[in-house]
């Protein structure tokens, strides 16, 4: 119970990746995969950001409203944004509009932007999410942990740099999505290829 099913394409997923398409094509193309550059990662962030509380689907489904609405996720053009785009934000029905979570986004961009003169955001996440060695592959999503020691840091280290709704949780589903951990489980065909 909890581990991989196999779907009809035969192939064996993380039970939360086989449907719907939305979430096979985001379990088999992006989750867990290494994540690299300021905006890929700044995108990555403020989405983990909005779906907290909400459904994961939910955000995938918004995903292009999202970039439309926040310019492609450019840390520069988000941290000048004024009362005009939050008010703009807060009235766009593409996206979530949560006061908090846009409020967020905007006062992230302006870290990320002042994170640059101390080796920028993804230097940030390397080192403050460096887990403390292998882990075994999870073999169900019961051995998958909501958050971890190395989450913990990397939330500290993310609100010391300025950056807000970032708690360990947040953190760790981050470290999940740009490839920091692989939590595919054991028998996934993602974590195995040639399996």
């Known amino acids: ?4 099913v196999v779907g009809d394409d035969g192939r064996a997923r993380c039970p939360w990746g086989d449907a719907p398409a939305d979430y096979r094509a985001y379990h088999d193309q992006e989750w867990g995969r290494p994540v690299a550059g300021e905006t890929a990662l700044f995108e990555r962030l403020s989405l983990e950001a909005f779906q907290s509380g909400l459904s994961w ?5 918004k995903r292009a409203a999202f970039r439309a609405a926040f310019a492609g996720f450019n840390a520069d053009v988000v941290a000048a944004f004024g009362p005009a785009d939050r008010a703009r934000l807060l009235a766009d029905p593409g996206i979530v509009r949560n006061r908090a979570k846009v409020d967020a986004v ?6 990320v932007v002042a994170l640059r003169q101390r080796g920028g955001l993804e230097a940030l996440l390397r080192t403050a999410a460096a887990e403390p060695g292998a882990r075994p592959a999870p073999r169900t999503v019961h051995d998958v942990p909501p958050q971890t020691a190395a989450s913990a840091g990397l939330a500290r280290a993310l609100k010391r740099a300025g950056l807000v709704f970032v708690g360990p949780t947040t953190a760790y589903a981050l470290m999940q999505a ?9 028998g996934c065909w993602v974590r195995d290829p040639s399996g």
């Not at 119970?1 to 991989?4: A, R």
């Not at 905007?106 to 870290?111: F, S």
């Open 1 to 4: 119970m909890g581990g991989p």
């Open 57 to 61: 689907l939910t955000i995938l489904r």
């Open 106 to 111: 905007m006062a992230n961009a302006r870290a």
């Open 178 to 186: 740009v490839g920091l951990v692989d939590d595919h489980l054991a």
